[in-house]
């Protein structure tokens, strides 16, 4: 699954999920207490690799377009079979996300797009299985993080302008917004980004993916 696949307007031909990533020296500044400055970045980028890896074996998805500007990251996720999109705007995560669906749409004008944090790491292909079918009934939908407060997950069907108001307490904006809420049980997975050293052990419960798990639970002890 990459992004040479030529130009579909059906939409029934899989998902293409938009993730954004900041620079990696930038990302991730709170694991810094519990990870240290230096395993940091390289812990930002395995949760990405995972969180893009998970997404490639999902089989409702057709491809995946990650919005970064960052050299080691664009190598390492295009590898996986992600296309990587340069972050034009450089004006925030919001407007990276709107970026990377005209991207998608440039190419697809009539796609389903799903925005999705890129630091889900223990993200399993079958919970998002369960929050595309979900997501596909409605205009826009979301879902929220295990905290009940932002957002992991935004979608927007064919013709549908995805408008992401992440960051903070996006919980709310996007039920404002008129995006659906999925409230799935059992796809804690899909729902549990990475900040801090308690959410990065919340992860490690679930089951973290390989590469993360090759960089933290050395460290870990």
């Known amino acids: 699954m990459n992004a040479t696949h030529p130009t579909h307007t059906d939409p029934g031909d899989g998902w293409s999920l938009v993730v954004p990533l900041k620079p990696l020296a930038l990302a991730k500044s709170r694991l810094a207490a519990s990870a240290g400055a230096l395993?940091?970045?390289r812990l930002a980028l395995a949760f990405a690799e995972d969180t893009v890896g998970a997404v490639l074996d999902c089989p409702r998805v057709r491809d995946v377009a990650v919005v970064t500007?960052?050299?080691?990251?664009?190598?390492?996720?295009?590898?996986?079979?992600?296309?990587?999109v340069p972050d034009a705007p450089a004006a925030?995560?919001?407007?990276?996300?709107?970026?990377?669906?005209?991207?998608?749409?440039?190419?697809?004008?009539?796609?389903?797009?799903?925005?999705?944090?890129?630091?889900?790491?223990?993200?399993?292909?079958?919970?998002?299985?369960?929050?595309?079918?979900?997501?596909g009934k409605f205009p826009r939908a979301f879902l929220a993080d295990a905290a009940e407060i932002g957002t992991t997950f935004l979608s927007a069907g064919p013709g549908v302008e995805l408008e992401p108001a992440f960051g903070g307490a996006s919980r709310l904006r996007h039920l404002s917004s008129g995006a659906v809420e999925i409230t799935l049980a059992g796809v804690d997975s899909v729902r549990r980004d990475v900040d801090t050293g308690e959410d990065l052990a919340a992860a490690g419960a679930l089951g973290l993916g390989p590469r993360t798990a090759a960089r933290w639970l050395p460290a870990a002890g």
């Not at 991207?103 to 797009?113: D, G, I, L, N």
């Open 39 to 41: 395993l940091r970045p």
């Open 69 to 84: 500007d960052d050299p080691a990251a664009a190598e390492a996720l295009g590898a996986l079979g992600a296309r990587i």
């Open 92 to 135: 925030g995560l919001n407007a990276a996300l709107a970026h990377g669906v005209r991207a998608v749409r440039s190419r697809r004008p009539c796609a389903r797009v799903a925005a999705l944090n890129a630091d889900l790491p223990a993200l399993r292909p079958a919970e998002l299985t369960r929050v595309l079918d979900a997501a």
